[in-house]
Nanobody, 122 residues
Framework: QAQLVESGGGLVQPGGSLTLSCVVS????????IAWFRQAPGKEREGVAC????????LYLDSAKGRFTILRHAGKNTVYRLMSNLKPEDTAVYYC???????????????WGQGTQVTVSS
């Protein structure tokens, strides 16, 4: 079972940027894919981005395309999510997860961390 620890959340103004980090136990290359998903109060879990270890193929939620980027640093066992032009509707708890398939669906997540809160507000 993978251990994942997210960090980097906080309060940011609309239009601002934020970088989230996810430290994964072991080697991130051992996992088929790493995903980021979010959950806002009263809403379903929503996949935002995922990255496959073998060829770095990525999937992004439509509303995240052009604003969010998923990157990995294998030497630090860390996956980052760079977010720009943030909007109030991006407010949520953000989680990273390991996957055995490259999907943005909740059924694809194996293990995930405690999450980090992102609040976009003026």
């Amino acid at each position: 079972q993978a251990q994942l620890v997210e960090s980097g959340g906080g309060l940011v103004q609309p239009g601002g940027s934020l970088t989230l980090s996810c430290v994964v136990s072991g080697s991130i290359s051992d996992y088929y894919a790493i995903a980021w998903f979010r959950q806002a109060p009263g809403k379903e879990r929503e996949g935002v981005a995922c990255d496959r270890s073998t060829d770095h193929s990525t999937l992004y939620l439509d509303s995240a395309k052009g604003r969010f980027t998923i990157l990995r640093h294998a030497g630090k066992n860390t996956v980052y999510r760079l977010m720009s032009n943030l909007k109030p509707e991006d407010t949520a708890v953000y989680y990273c997860a390991t996957e055995r398939v490259l999907v943005l669906e909740a059924w694809g997540y194996d293990d995930w961390g405690q999450g980090t809160q992102v609040t976009v507000s003026s």
